[in-house]
């Protein structure tokens, strides 16, 4: 295993302990509750620490906006 996945998996599972005990807020301070929101937040703490893993792909509802 790579060092930055090792860094990753270890960041995505502080958050999702922190959730679990009702400590995780997203950015504008309400609580987390749901287990993808977790995991994207330990994801974007990885990257921030300088992990290489790859950026977030755009939603699906706004490239259907953007072509219409």
Same mark, same amino acid.
């Given at each position: *295993? /790579?060092? $930055? #996945?090792? !860094?990753? /998996?270890? %960041?995505?599972? %502080?958050? *999702?302990? +922190? *959730? %679990?005990? @009702?400590? !995780?807020?997203?950015? #504008?301070?309400?609580?987390?509750? $749901?287990?993808?929101?977790? =995991?994207? =937040? @330990? !994801? /974007?703490?990885?990257? +921030? +620490?300088?992990?290489?893993?790859?950026?977030?792909?755009? #939603?699906?509802?706004? #490239?259907? %906006?953007?072509?219409?």
């Amino acid at each position: *295993m /790579s060092k $930055s #996945s090792q !860094l990753a /998996s270890k %960041k995505v599972e %502080k958050a *999702m302990h +922190e *959730m %679990k005990r @009702g400590k !995780l807020k997203t950015g #504008s301070g309400k609580k987390v509750t $749901s287990r993808k929101q977790a =995991i994207a =937040i @330990g !994801l /974007s703490q990885a990257r +921030e +620490e300088g992990a290489d893993i790859p950026e977030k792909k755009p #939603s699906a509802k706004k #490239s259907k %906006k953007n072509k219409k």
